[in-house]
Nanobody
Framework: QVQLVESGGGLVQAGGSLRLSCAAS????????MGWFRQAPGKEREFVAA????????YYSDSVKGRFTISRDNAKLTVYLQMNSLRPEDTAVYYC????????????????WGQGTQVTVSS
């Protein structure tokens, strides 16, 4: 099993940057593909980015491609989401999630979830 704890959210002005972290527990973290998802008020949770267990493959939603970067450090049991050029529409609760082996863009495929961290982008 993997337990996930997100951090790094906060309030930032449009155009600014934030880096989210997701710390994992469990000795098999390196076997897990990891994803970031977000949920804005009144909306369904949506895919943001994902990374393969090795870090060699990454995936992004069209809305964040070129602005966000997902990465991981298996030695530190941590996955990151670097968010640049933030926009008000990026405001949401951001969740990290894990699943064994293959990364996907479907939240239903992920078995483990963190509690979420709030990101608010002011205009």
């Amino acid at each position: 099993q993997v337990q996930l704890v997100e951090s790094g959210g906060g309030l930032v002005q449009a155009g600014g940057s934030l880096r989210l972290s997701c710390a994992a527990s469990g000795r098999t973290f390196s076997n897990y593909a990891m994803g970031w998802f977000r949920q804005a008020p009144g909306k369904e949770r949506e895919f943001v980015a994902a990374i393969s267990w090795s870090g060699g493959l990454t995936y992004y939603s069209d809305s964040v491609k070129g602005r966000f970067t997902i990465s991981r450090d298996n030695a530190k049991l941590t996955v990151y989401l670097q968010m640049n050029s933030l926009r008000p529409e990026d405001t949401a609760v951001y969740y990290c999630a894990g699943r064994l082996y293959r990364a996907t863009m479907e939240n239903a495929d992920y078995n483990y979830w963190g509690q979420g961290t709030q990101v608010t982008v002011s205009s």
